[in-house]
């Protein structure tokens, strides 16, 4: 695989970082393979740019006054409100032994359940870590989702089309994405009145009921008639 190349220079640990970000440069450092933590700086442009074609599964060709060390991106932090890159971690590797890395998984083809019965495209895993030599390292491992034709089939780690040199850590049966039923719409009901429910004030009784209180207002009424009688 080739490399991409990224030029840096040196930088003094005491070097204060915010005035290096004004002057449009990146406080990095480098570890690993033969390097022990060496302090450098990259111009922001440029170490944006490589970052984006590189993530972290392409090696970069680091060069640092014109000493060239192969490295990967192991990490690398943003500025909460410009998103602008603030700090790099890189990581020396040895082209001679094995290394592990995340790679992500570019998803190919077409999901039948997803185009024929509307189907729901749910990813489980977007990275996987590979274990292979610095020059083997795949930027992505393809996985064709053709055979994803009813709800709940799945793809899985065994069904990666993995390059020559190139192991997957994870197990073979692992789920690496699945297709799920649409979510349906519940039917909610009207809500019924409740069984012997006061009528709201003002709203006339239904016909055969007798308003609130009618019986007990003609009882004090029809008392009164039988007391005056007995004059």
Not at 45 to 68: C, I, M, N, P, Q
Not at 97 to 110: L, S
């Amino acid at each position: 695989m080739e490399m991409i190349p990224l030029k840096a220079q040196p930088r003094d640990a005491s070097a204060k970082p915010k005035k290096m970000r004004r002057e449009g440069r990146v406080p990095c450092i480098v570890y690993g393979f033969e390097v022990k933590d060496l302090s450098i700086s990259c111009e922001e442009r440029e170490l944006h740019r490589v970052f984006v074609k590189a993530g972290e599964s392409t090696l970069v060709e680091l060069d640092v006054e014109g000493k060239k060390i192969p490295v990967l991106f192991k990490d690398i932090s943003f500025e909460p409100i410009s998103g602008r890159e603030e700090h790099a971690d890189f990581y020396a590797v040895n082209m001679k032994e094995e290394i592990e890395a995340p790679v992500p998984v570019r998803f190919i083809g077409e999901a039948p359940a997803v185009k024929d019965l509307g189907g729901i495209f749910v990813i489980a895993h977007e990275h996987v870590t590979v274990r292979c030599l610095p020059a083997d390292l795949p930027h992505s491992i393809e996985l064709d989702i053709s055979s994803l034709t009813e709800f709940h089939s799945s793809v899985a780690v065994k069904d990666l089309k993995l390059p020559k040199g190139v192991k997957v850590m994870e197990e073979p049966h692992t789920v690496v994405a699945t297709i799920q039923e649409p979510r349906k719409e519940e039917e909610i009901a009207p809500p019924s009145a409740a069984e012997g429910a006061v009528p709201a004030e003002g709203a006339a009784p239904a016909e055969g009921a007798a308003a609130p209180g009618a019986e007990g207002a003609a009882a004090p009424a029809e008392k009164g008639k039988k007391e005056g009688g007995k004059k």
